[in-house]
């Protein structure tokens, strides 16, 4: 684990404000079926952090008042959460479109049999995990037999019509490197995993979305623990791209926690970092009468934000330029 102290040392980011907020995002906690290297939220099986139904009605509360368009489901398995299917069918009455950051393996758990066939009729957006396309690699940075369980998901999304331009259920993957290195151009990796998923395994996908490590929790602490840290801060602070920060997610978007507090972005949420640039106390959501009171207000950042504006820049949407 790693806290924001190191982040924080010599810290020069650009200050940024805030736009028109266009995505909720929300972790309904860090329980999960897996425990990946490169988890920047710690997750895994043993943890027991989960949303309750009461922050589940403030969220949604929230996201009818806001105007904001997209509600953005993350975790931990954001699925084996009790709220998860209740909070997926009231955000879409609403007319909110949807997204599930779903790891691929969780839908072969017992008792989610039936999540596949829930995503689709809800016209749920799948964002699922997938570092390559060969088996050896996956199972090295998310355990073992990840890579064979997450084809068979990605083939049973597939039969549902996910992946296929003409059903408009949108199946987009997410590439994080294997190393403390910055991922390759996303384009050009996106045309190698289309080929080579497609050759392979007759998979399909919309997108490919490529992610920046960042140097927290459990990454930062293997960064740590292997020497590498000042190694991987100095990388991103020397690819530093200032026209990238104009596409940066936390401009309109807010992360809430699983008790409802809020965050500038998921980042922020994992170092403890309150929303907004004042280093103030803690933030409810029924605290936030009005999302336009956030236009115009200063982030909180740190020395890990350099990973969303290095090089091509990453977000929760992929490179920005």
Same mark, same amino acid.
């Given at each position: 684990m790693l %806290?924001? $102290?190191? +982040? +924080? =040392?010599? !810290?020069?980011?650009?200050?940024?404000? @805030?736009?028109r907020l266009a995505t909720v995002q929300v972790n309904l906690g860090y329980r999960c079926n897996q425990s990946c290297v490169h988890c920047h939220v710690d997750a895994g099986p043993k943890r027991r952090e989960e949303m309750s139904t009461e922050t589940m009605e403030q969220v949604l509360a929230f996201v009818a008042r806001s105007g904001a368009g997209t509600l953005d489901i993350t975790g931990g398995a954001p699925e084996l959460n009790a709220v998860f299917r209740p909070l997926v069918e009231r955000a879409r009455a609403l007319g909110v479109h949807v997204m599930d950051r779903c790891n691929l393996t969780i839908l072969e758990e017992r008792g989610q049999e039936p999540l596949a066939g829930f995503l689709a009729e809800h016209r749920v957006e799948? =964002?699922?995990?997938?570092?390559?396309w060969l088996g050896e690699n996956v199972d090295d940075q998310r355990g073992k037999g990840v890579f064979d369980a997450s084809i068979r998901g990605l083939k049973r999304l597939n039969? +549902?019509?996910?992946?296929?331009e003409e059903?408009? #259920?949108v199946l987009n993957l997410v590439y994080n490197p294997v190393d403390a290195v910055l991922p390759p151009p996303q384009c050009a990796l996106e045309? %190698?995993? $289309? @080929?080579?998923?497609?050759?392979r395994y007759g998979i399909r996908f919309n997108r490919l979305l490529s992610l920046t490590n960042m140097?927290? @929790?459990r990454f930062g602490g293997w960064l740590l623990s292997t020497g590498r840290f000042d190694g991987y801060m100095r990388l991103l602070r020397e690819a530093h791209r200032d026209e990238n920060l104009d596409a940066v997610m936390c401009r309109d978007l807010i992360s809430i926690d699983w008790q409802g507090y809020l965050y500038d972005c998921d980042?922020?949420? !994992? #170092?403890?970092?309150? +929303?907004?640039?004042?280093?103030?106390?803690r933030r409810h959501i029924g605290e936030l009468a009005d999302a336009a009171d956030l236009t115009g207000a200063g982030i909180a950042v740190a020395g890990h934000c350099y990973g969303c504006t290095a090089g091509q820049g990453s977000s929760c949407g992929g490179a920005l330029g």
């Open positions: %806290d924001s $102290k190191p +982040l +924080l =040392i010599g !810290m020069d980011f650009p200050v940024l404000t @805030r736009r799948v =964002i699922a995990s997938l570092p390559c039969a +549902l019509g996910y992946g296929a059903t408009g #259920l045309v %190698d995993y $289309k @080929r080579e998923l497609a050759a140097p927290i @929790r980042f922020n949420q !994992m #170092l403890g970092l309150p +929303l907004g640039a004042d280093g103030g106390a």
